[in-house]
């Protein structure tokens, strides 16, 4: 039999998880000093990852429309969809149809639609989805 030192680590944390906390707070009361070391590197360390978050924030309010497609093909994953397409599908696809929408012909901000919906059995493949605006697409009309 193979020793798993993790496995035991994490065993024994949940065996004796109580005991565990109350010898930390325990600890931490007694090494007032310490404990202050020790929050003060932590907010150091922690202000690099504030950083990077706050640039990939920027970056995000940049790239709105390829960060909202990710998380669309990360639903239809999420719901078994077979298929995908790419941003630059997309793209073509609004472009073909002359930034307009299917549904009413107005020049609005465009959402994807699937023809067939996903829940009904329908594929996430460019070929099932149409350009329609945000009123359009929840209004559920066929098209």
Known sequence: MTFNKQKWSKEYYF??????LAYNKKWAK?????MKVIRRRW?????????????????????????????????????NA??????????DLKKKYNYRCVGCGKKKKLTK???????KGGTNYISNIQPLCFH???SK???
């Open 15 to 20: 065996k004796n998880r109580n005991r565990i």
């Open 141 to 143: 009309k066929e098209f």
């Open 113 to 119: 639609d699937h023809i067939k919906p996903i829940i």
């Open 82 to 91: 077979k298929g995908n397409h790419s941003l630059r599908e997309w793209q």
């Open 43 to 79: 907010r150091i360390s922690d202000s690099g990852i504030t950083k990077n978050r706050e640039l990939a924030n920027k970056w995000a309010k940049k790239n709105k429309e390829y960060v909202h497609h990710n998380a669309s093909i990360q639903n239809a994953r999420r719901r």
């Open 136 to 138: 359009c697409n929840t």
């Open 30 to 34: 007694e090494n007032q000093d310490k």
